[in-house]
């Protein structure tokens, strides 16, 4: 074989030679415009290779622009030019390994040439490598015989499907390199893959599934491998894999088993690491089987590790052939090594239950038209994990917030509350619950039951009690409950009445009464008496007790004009004969001011004023004080004063009654509890 090579090289260094021309210049070329006066338009290359052979039809489509004649570079490398008829005017010339075209005057020639290129060995690889001319368009088409696997090493491949087996497409780089490699079958027999592979299998077993993630690392150590093949036990499920540059993978059942198919892009030859997962399904606990694993085929050895992890199981697990124990990673129970196949491996399992720990803040608040209740859970779950919790019962209440940390959703269902969560719960939580009673009539009495975890094996409660203000709850009856001081209460905020319970059957009924509002009011008078007008004020102060006030009452003297009132919230005013209704928005909560402001005409030669006289009505106690100013030049003197008021002096008005007057005091009064006084002046 290796004389033949020998004699073909031969053959194409004669037909280089007989091909190419003197190195002497064109006569009248310009080698300074080269590039610039001789354009390749496009170049293709069209190539047959065998195992001793590599011979390719170079189709040139190029255009000479200087009248005198010019060159360009056309090929370099180790090729052999065979002999072809070129038109007028175009010459070939070789300077070393380098093939020049030579025009001796301007035109478009279009023409084809053929070469041989020199084969290099690569075991298992021929292999060839040569630069061709630059061109506006530069495409390569290369086929093998008996459709041998041909791979593109220079330039951009084109669809692969329309190419066909042991075939190419491409078109070159600007480097403008040809670079190709190829085997035939008769090599890939020869050199037939050795294969070797460690498998690492890790087994996460829970109640309801095994999952199984399988790391096949390869080690070719001969040859490559194009596709690779996983025998799959038929009772797993795959989910996935994972691997660099794979085409197509594809799983069909044989029999008694799965064959899983991984095609590649191109061949590996040195490593490669395949990642497999799969699942196992666990119809019920207890559960006995043997434990399969996935087994790589077409490999010449094996050697490999199974690592078993468990959740919320029991098992136990006896070998039966193939499998040395060693010392497990931490998180395993148990930890394998093989050498070989078959291997066989028998688990039973049996489910942990869950140990789980409830300790309830339970915050009841009763307002007027609801009842809230919010369950601050704490609860610690031990031996298993869980993933969801059931809670009930919801004593026709509207859950309307479920918070934690976790929490994928949470649905009432059947009268029950099921939170789902992302992940396994395993130590301690917090999950908040909150539930509202709507209530369109305010209750004599309400209940109060505990939200129970389902499955809990203690629960514990701390109840605590609390109303808006107007409403006053007491104890009625207890079970299984005991009172404690609120003071003792953890997180205590504004409870009232506090309760424990150490059993999770517990109720609680609370009489509830709605107080009646105390209200004092405070009224402070100033008036300011004008040439024939008097102008007056009279700044109500409410103080409220036990219970909001949305409406007040006030009586005004029928011989005040222009009465206004002003305060915040007002939504109405209503008046009947000489009292005047005010109706707020909201309940007004512990105070409100409420301004009147009025004026009166009268004689200013010679008048008899009635000062004062409004009244706030509906109120437990009513006191008041009268500041009497003048803004023209009067003489004023008292007439006449009766009922409980009495004349003091300036200094002794409030401090805030004082900072609205602008005019020097002339007569200051106080009234308080008793008859309804009057004062004329």
Same mark, same amino acid.
């Given at each position: 074989?290796?004389? $033949?090579?020998?004699? !073909?090289?031969?053959?194409?260094?004669?037909?280089?030679?007989?091909?190419?021309?003197?190195?002497?210049?064109?006569?009248?070329?310009?080698?300074?415009?080269?590039?610039?006066?001789?354009?390749?338009?496009?170049?293709?290359?069209?190539?047959?290779?065998? #195992?001793?052979?590599?011979?390719?039809?170079?189709?040139?489509?190029?255009?000479?622009?200087?009248?005198?004649?010019?060159?360009?570079?056309?090929?370099?490398?180790?090729?052999?030019?065979?002999?072809?008829?070129?038109?007028?005017?175009?010459?070939?010339?070789?300077?070393?390994?380098?093939?020049?075209?030579?025009?001796?005057?301007?035109?478009?020639?279009?023409?084809?040439?053929?070469?041989?290129?020199?084969?290099?060995?690569?075991?298992?690889?021929?292999?060839?490598?040569?630069?061709?001319?630059?061109?506006?368009?530069?495409?390569?088409?290369?086929?093998?015989?008996?459709?041998?696997?041909?791979?593109? @090493?220079?330039?951009?491949?084109?669809?692969?499907?329309?190419?066909?087996?042991?075939?190419?497409?491409?078109?070159?780089?600007?480097?403008? !390199?040809?670079?190709?490699?190829?085997?035939?079958?008769?090599?890939?027999?020869?050199?037939?893959?050795?294969?070797?592979?460690?498998?690492?299998?890790?087994?996460?077993?829970?109640?309801?599934?095994?999952?199984?993630? !399988?790391?096949?690392?390869?080690?070719?150590?001969?040859?490559?491998?194009?596709?690779?093949?996983?025998?799959?036990?038929?009772?797993?499920?795959?989910?996935?894999?994972?691997?660099?540059?794979?085409?197509?993978?594809?799983?069909?059942?044989?029999?008694?088993?799965?064959?899983?198919?991984?095609?590649?892009?191109?061949?590996?030859?040195?490593?490669?690491?395949?990642?497999?997962?799969?699942?196992?399904?666990?119809?019920?606990?207890?559960?006995?089987?043997? $434990?399969?694993?996935?087994?790589?085929?077409?490999?010449?050895?094996?050697?490999?590790?199974?690592?078993?992890?468990?959740?919320?199981?029991?098992?136990?697990?006896?070998?039966?052939?193939?499998?040395?124990?060693?010392?497990?990673?931490?998180?395993?129970?148990?930890?394998?090594?093989?050498?070989?196949?078959?291997?066989?491996?028998?688990?039973?399992?049996?489910?942990?239950?869950?140990?789980?720990?409830?300790?309830?803040?339970?915050?009841?608040?009763?307002?007027?038209?609801?009842? @809230?209740?919010?369950?601050?859970?704490?609860?610690?779950?031990?031996?298993?994990?869980?993933?969801? @919790?059931?809670?009930?019962?919801?004593?026709?209440?509207?859950?309307?917030?479920?918070?934690?940390?976790?929490?994928?959703?949470?649905?009432?269902?059947?009268?029950?509350?099921?939170?789902?969560?992302?992940?396994?719960?395993?130590?301690?939580?917090?999950?908040?619950?909150?539930?509202?009673?709507?209530?369109?009539?305010?209750?004599?009495?309400?209940?109060?039951?505990? $939200?129970?975890?389902?499955?809990?094996?203690?629960?514990?409660? *701390?109840?605590?009690?609390?109303?808006?203000?107007?409403?006053?709850?007491?104890?009625?009856?207890?079970?299984?409950?005991?009172?404690?001081?609120?003071?003792?209460?953890?997180?205590?905020?504004?409870?009232?009445?506090?309760?424990?319970?150490?059993?999770? #059957?517990?109720?609680?009924?609370?009489?509830?009464?709605?107080?009646?509002?105390?209200?004092?009011?405070?009224?402070?008078?100033?008036?300011?008496?004008?040439?024939?007008?008097?102008?007056?004020?009279?700044?109500?102060?409410?103080?409220?007790?036990?219970?909001?006030?949305?409406?007040?009452?006030?009586?005004?003297?029928?011989?005040?004009?222009?009465?206004?009132?002003?305060?915040?919230?007002?939504?109405?005013?209503?008046?009947?004969?000489?009292?005047?209704?005010?109706?707020?928005?909201?309940?007004?909560?512990?105070?409100?001011? $409420?301004?009147?402001?009025?004026?009166?005409?009268?004689?200013?030669?010679?008048?008899?004023?009635?000062?004062?006289?409004?009244?706030?009505?509906?109120?437990?106690?009513?006191?008041?004080?009268?500041?009497?100013?003048?803004?023209?030049?009067? *003489?004023?003197?008292?007439?006449?004063?009766?009922?409980?008021? *009495?004349?003091?002096?300036?200094?002794?008005?409030?401090? !805030?009654?004082?900072?609205?007057?602008?005019?020097?005091?002339?007569?200051?009064?106080?009234?308080?509890?008793?008859?309804?006084?009057?004062?004329?002046?």
């Amino acid at each position: 074989m290796r004389a $033949l090579k020998i004699v !073909t090289l031969s053959l194409i260094l004669s037909f280089g030679h007989l091909q190419a021309e003197s190195t002497a210049p064109v006569s009248g070329a310009n080698p300074r415009s080269e590039s610039m006066d001789f354009i390749l338009r496009e170049v293709r290359y069209d190539g047959r290779l065998t #195992d001793s052979q590599a011979r390719f039809v170079v189709d040139i489509d190029a255009e000479s622009l200087a009248p005198r004649g010019a060159r360009v570079s056309l090929f370099e490398g180790e090729i052999a030019l065979l002999p072809a008829k070129l038109p007028a005017g175009l010459r070939i010339v070789r300077e070393g390994n380098q093939y020049q075209l030579a025009a001796a005057k301007a035109g478009r020639y279009r023409f084809k040439l053929e070469l041989i290129a020199k084969i290099t060995r690569t075991e298992p690889w021929n292999q060839i490598s040569f630069v061709g001319p630059v061109a506006g368009i530069a495409s390569v088409a290369a086929a093998s015989e008996a459709s041998a696997e041909v791979q593109l @090493l220079a330039g951009t491949p084109l669809d692969s499907n329309q190419s066909g087996p042991g075939s190419v497409r491409a078109v070159l780089g600007s480097d403008r !390199t040809v670079a190709l490699r190829w085997q035939s079958r008769t090599a890939e027999a020869s050199h037939q893959a050795l294969v070797a592979c460690d498998t690492a299998t890790q087994v996460r077993v829970t109640p309801t599934v095994m999952k199984f993630t !399988t790391v096949f690392r390869f080690d070719i150590v001969q040859g490559n491998l194009a596709k690779l093949a996983v025998l799959l036990p038929a009772n797993h499920a795959l989910t996935r894999i994972e691997g660099e540059q794979i085409r197509d993978w594809r799983a069909t059942p044989e029999g008694d088993h799965q064959m899983l198919i991984v095609e590649l892009i191109k061949p590996i030859e040195k490593s490669y690491s395949l990642t497999v997962y799969s699942e196992q399904s666990v119809e019920s606990t207890p559960f006995q089987s043997a $434990l399969n694993i996935p087994q790589p085929q077409n490999i010449d050895r094996e050697s490999g590790s199974l690592t078993l992890l468990a959740e919320d199981v029991l098992v136990e697990a006896e070998v039966a052939a193939g499998l040395r124990q060693v010392n497990a990673a931490e998180g395993a129970f148990a930890a394998y090594r093989f050498y070989g196949r078959p291997l066989a491996l028998n688990l039973k399992l049996s489910r942990v239950e869950p140990v789980i720990n409830v300790a309830n803040r339970v915050t009841v608040r009763l307002e007027e038209a609801r009842l @809230l209740i919010t369950h601050a859970l704490s609860f610690n779950v031990e031996k298993a994990g869980v993933y969801t @919790l059931e809670l009930s019962p919801l004593e026709n209440g509207l859950v309307t917030d479920v918070r934690g940390d976790g929490i994928e959703d949470w649905k009432v269902r059947d009268g029950r509350l099921v939170v789902n969560f992302a992940s396994r719960l395993l130590g301690p939580r917090q999950l908040i619950v909150q539930i509202e009673r709507a209530q369109k009539q305010f209750p004599e009495q309400i209940s109060v039951a505990p $939200l129970h975890v389902n499955n809990a094996s203690r629960q514990t409660a *701390q109840i605590g009690v609390a109303s808006a203000p107007g409403i006053r709850l007491k104890t009625t009856e207890l079970t299984g409950v005991r009172e404690i001081p609120a003071a003792s209460l953890a997180g205590r905020n504004d409870e009232m009445l506090a309760f424990v319970a150490d059993r999770p #059957d517990w109720s609680l009924k609370l009489a509830t009464e709605r107080l009646e509002p105390r209200v004092i009011a405070d009224v402070f008078n100033l008036v300011t008496i004008g040439d024939g007008l008097v102008g007056g004020s009279a700044t109500i102060r409410y103080v409220i007790v036990n219970q909001g006030v949305r409406e007040f009452k006030v009586q005004v003297p029928s011989q005040w004009k222009n009465v206004d009132f002003t305060g915040p919230n007002i939504r109405r005013k209503d008046q009947q004969g000489d009292i005047w209704t005010i109706t707020l928005q909201d309940k007004s909560w512990g105070g409100y001011t $409420l301004v009147v402001t009025y004026d009166e005409q009268f004689d200013p030669h010679q008048a008899t004023l009635a000062l004062g006289g409004l009244h706030a009505l509906n109120v437990e106690r009513e006191t008041g004080s009268i500041a009497v100013t003048s803004a023209a030049s009067l *003489q004023m003197r008292e007439n006449l004063t009766s009922g409980a008021i *009495q004349r003091i002096d300036e200094s002794e008005l409030a401090e !805030t009654d004082r900072a609205v007057i602008t005019r020097s005091v002339l007569l200051a009064y106080r009234y308080g509890v008793g008859e309804p006084y009057r004062l004329a002046m």
